[in-house]
C-alpha cells in the first residue's frame, strides 16, 4: 500500500476551548472536535553515536479551538507558524507532545494505533501538493479503490469500481480517467483525484492542507467550489489550512490566526475580516492586495519589522512582542489570555479592548 494511501486512502486519523457561535448558515452548533491545550515539541538531537536532546523545536504551543459539525475553520498565519503541525496532529501522522483532541468525545491524542484504526474512516486529507501525494505508479481506479480494499467496505472489485466512477463524477472527472497515472493529468484533475480519494471512505471531517496553493488561480477557484458543493451535499466539515486569506474569505465561517506556535485571534469570518483586533492579524489583512489601483494606492499598509524568531528559543512572554508596534513592558513579561472582546471574538494580546 503506498504512503500516501495510508494516510488519505487508507484513512488519516489524526488548555480550555474558546468557544463562540457558530460562523454562518450551515455550520450546525454541535462541537464535532474539540482541541484543549495542543503541544507539539520536534526534540533536537546532537552526537554522532549517542543522541542526546539538545533543544526542542516548539512547533505548536498551546492551542485552543473547537471545529461544530457543518462547518468550515479556516487557519492562516505566516509560513512556519505551526499550521501544518495542528494539522498533522489532528490526524495523528503526528502524536501531540501534550494536551488533547476530543473527536465525539475521544481522545485522539490518547489512542493507540488499534483504537484509531475504526475512525480512520470518518477523518480523511487532502494534501498539498496533488503530484507527490499520489502514487505515480498507479492508476487513478487503483488509487480510489485501495482505500476501499483496506477497509473491506465493498464485497467485490465490480462494486469498488462502481464506487470509483461515482466518485470521480461527483469530483467533475470524466469516469475514463479511471486508467490513467497521474501524470497523465493536470494540476487541477490531479488535486480532483486527492479529493475524490478523500471522499473514499464517507468521512465527515476533512484537513485540507493547503488544499488549492499549488494550483492556478483559475484552477484554484473550480476547486474551491467544488469543496463547497461537497460540504453542502454530504455534510462535511473542514479545516482548511491556508496562507492566502482571500481563499479563506471565501470558504470558511471562522478564521483562526496563528503566529510562531500559538493562537493569537479566533473569530467569525466576516467580523475577522472587517474588524481584526490583534496586531499581527491586522498586518495580514494589510498585505492582501485589492484589485483596485485607485483603492490599493490610497491604502495605508502596516509593515512588519523584523524576522520571525526561531521556535527553539520564542521569546518571553506574547510571541509576537518583537515585531509589535504596540509592545508594552507587561507584554514581555507574560503569556496574554485569550480573551472574548467581542460575541465570538477571541484575542490574545493585552493591548487591545
Keep these: ?16 476551548g474558546v468557544g463562540g457561535a457558530a ?9 464535532l472536535i474539540s482541541v484543549r491545550g495542543l503541544r507539539k515539541y520536534f526534540p533536537v538531537l546532537e552526537g554522532l553515536l549517542i543522541k542526546r536532546v539538545v533543544a526542542e523545536v516548539k512547533a505548536v504551543d498551546e492551542v485552543s479551538f473547537e471545529i461544530r459539525r457543518g462547518e468550515t475553520l479556516g487557519l492562516v498565519g505566516e509560513s512556519g507558524c505551526g499550521k501544518t503541525t495542528v494539522g498533522r496532529c489532528l490526524l495523528r501522522l503526528e502524536k501531540p507532545t501534550a494536551g488533547s483532541i476530543l473527536y465525539r468525545g475521544e481522545d485522539l491524542a490518547a489512542m493507540t494505533d ?3 484504526k475504526a ?8 494534501f ?22 483496506v477497509h473491506g467496505l465493498f464485497a467485490t472489485a465490480a462494486e469498488r469500481r462502481d464506487r470509483v466512477d461515482e466518485l470521480l463524477r461527483v469530483c467533475g472527472l470524466n469516469p475514463k480517467f479511471i486508467d490513467r497515472y497521474p501524470h497523465e493529468m493536470s494540476g487541477g484533475q490531479r488535486q480532483r483525484v486527492g479529493i475524490a480519494r478523500a471522499l473514499a471512505l464517507n468521512p465527515e471531517f476533512i ?4 488544499a488549492v496553493s499549488a494550483l492556478d488561480v483559475s484552477i484554484q477557484a473550480q476547486v474551491i467550489n467544488l469543496l463547497e458543493e461537497l460540504r453542502e451535499e454530504f455534510g462535511l466539515t473542514y479545516l482548511f489550512i491556508a496562507h492566502d486569506l482571500s481563499v479563506v474569505r471565501h470558504l470558511c465561517h471562522r478564521v483562526a490566526v496563528m503566529y510562531l506556535g500559538k493562537l493569537v485571534e479566533l473569530a467569525d469570518c466576516d467580523e475577522l475580516y472587517e474588524s481584526p483586533m490583534h496586531p499581527y492579524t491586522r498586518a495580514l ?21 523584523g524576522e520571525v524568531p526561531s521556535p527553539i528559543n520564542p521569546p518571553s512572554g506574547c510571541v ?14 507574560g503569556i496574554p489570555d485569550r480573551r472574548e472582546l467581542r460575541p465570538a471574538h477571541w484575542v490574545a494580546c493585552t493591548e487591545v479592548s
Design 23 to 31: 460562523g454562518a448558515s450551515g455550520a450546525d452548533s454541535e462541537t
Design 1 to 16: 500500500m503506498s504512503a500516501a494511501a495510508a494516510v488519505a486512502g487508507a484513512g488519516a486519523d489524526g488548555g480550555n
Design 285 to 305: 489583512l494589510s498585505a492582501v492586495p485589492v484589485p483596485d489601483p485607485v483603492v490599493e494606492a490610497e491604502r495605508q499598509h502596516r509593515v512588519i519589522q
Design 320 to 333: 509576537f512582542h518583537p515585531r509589535c508596534d504596540h509592545a508594552v513592558a507587561r507584554c514581555r513579561a
Design 114 to 116: 488499534d483504537g484509531l
Design 128 to 149: 498539498q501538493d496533488p503530484f507527490s501525494s499520489l502514487n505515480p505508479r498507479m492508476k487513478v481506479g487503483q488509487i480510489l479503490s485501495e482505500p476501499m480494499r
Design 207 to 210: 484537513v485540507c492542507d493547503e
Design 119 to 126: 475512525l480512520r474512516q470518518k477523518i480523511q486529507v487532502i
